[in-house]
């Protein structure tokens, strides 16, 4: 099984299948409700989808397909159905593993897309979750785990103390299972995804003192320090543990009722 992100997109291929994570399809809905009007980019992310190879014959959508929660939102009644119905059209399999945003996600797409649980599935040698709860045993009895939830960026900081940052990709590898490990057996690395949505904020992954989102990046089953991080254009940037930044003020996306990205996790 061949595991290979694509150049300059947030998405990975696996073997004919492509994975993609944080749709978040209706956040312009969320925005447009405190004030912030824009067009829906629905349409740009199905195009990017389908331009990006002709031998992909499975979409795997690793949750958070809708934004509001709770509730929903008329943007996502009206586009959720019609961007599932192209990409059936397109691709003939569509898989959605459950998001922490996708309450009651049965009501917005066709019946022939398949919907998982939020504890993940198999694929081959990978196991697929979305990453806001503990996958299942045989998730985590795959070799490789891929995540989405975190909306990793990465924070870059200049001379004069400005910052940037960018959405970026984290791998790294599982420890060796302890005594009280609550499974038999771990994946021997990981992968964290960007979000697919270019319009969502991100989380900084090497900001000190900063936690990730979801209980197994914040587990001590993963060598955090040891993981890489690398740009969407594959420049790897090194040790996630050599390229930590401190003293900013950073809140994240969800910790402010005034944030489009405010959420129950």
């Given at each position: 099984m061949e595991i290979q992100?694509?150049?300059?997109?947030?998405?990975?291929?696996?073997?004919?299948?492509?994975?993609?994570?944080?749709?978040?399809?209706?956040?312009?809905?969320?925005?447009?409700?405190?004030?912030?009007?824009?067009?829906?980019?629905?349409?740009?992310?199905?195009?990017?989808?389908?331009?990006?190879?002709?031998?992909?014959?499975?979409?795997?959508?690793?949750?958070?397909?809708?934004?509001?929660?709770?509730?929903?939102?008329?943007?996502?009644?009206?586009?959720?159905?019609?961007?599932?119905?192209?990409?059936?059209?397109?691709?003939?399999?569509?898989?959605?593993?459950?998001?922490?945003?996708?309450?009651?996600?049965?009501?917005?797409?066709p019946s022939a897309v398949q919907v998982f649980p939020a504890t993940g599935i198999a694929y081959g040698d990978a196991g697929l979750v979305h990453g806001h709860t503990w996958p299942s045993p045989e998730v985590m009895g795959q070799k490789v785990l891929i995540t989405c939830h975190e909306h990793p960026t990465v924070l870059f900081r200049d001379g004069v103390g400005a910052h940037l940052s960018e959405p970026c990709w984290l791998r790294g590898r599982f420890r060796e299972p302890g005594e009280k490990c609550r499974y038999g057996k771990l994946p021997e690395s990981f992968i964290v995804m960007p979000a697919f949505n270019r319009l969502l904020g991100g989380s900084p992954v090497n900001e000190v003192d900063t936690p990730m989102l979801g209980p197994v990046l914040n587990s001590d089953l993963v060598d955090l320090d040891d993981s890489r991080i690398y740009l969407l254009d594959g420049l790897c940037l090194g040790r996630r543990g050599d390229l930590m930044v401190k003293d900013r003020q950073f809140r994240r996306w969800n910790d402010s009722e005034d944030s489009p990205r405010h959420t129950s996790m």
């Open positions: 992100p694509v150049h300059g997109v947030p998405a990975l291929r696996i073997d004919k299948a492509l994975v993609i994570g944080d749709l978040h399809i209706g956040v312009e809905a969320h925005l447009g409700a405190k004030g912030i009007h824009i067009t829906s980019h629905t349409s740009d992310m199905l195009d990017t989808i389908k331009s990006i190879d002709e031998r992909i014959n499975h979409i795997i959508i690793l949750g958070d397909l809708k934004d509001s929660v709770p509730g929903s939102s008329r943007q996502e009644y009206r586009e959720i159905p019609r961007f599932c119905d192209s990409l059936l059209e397109s691709f003939g399999k569509v898989s959605v593993v459950r998001g922490n945003h996708d309450t009651s996600i049965e009501e917005f797409v």
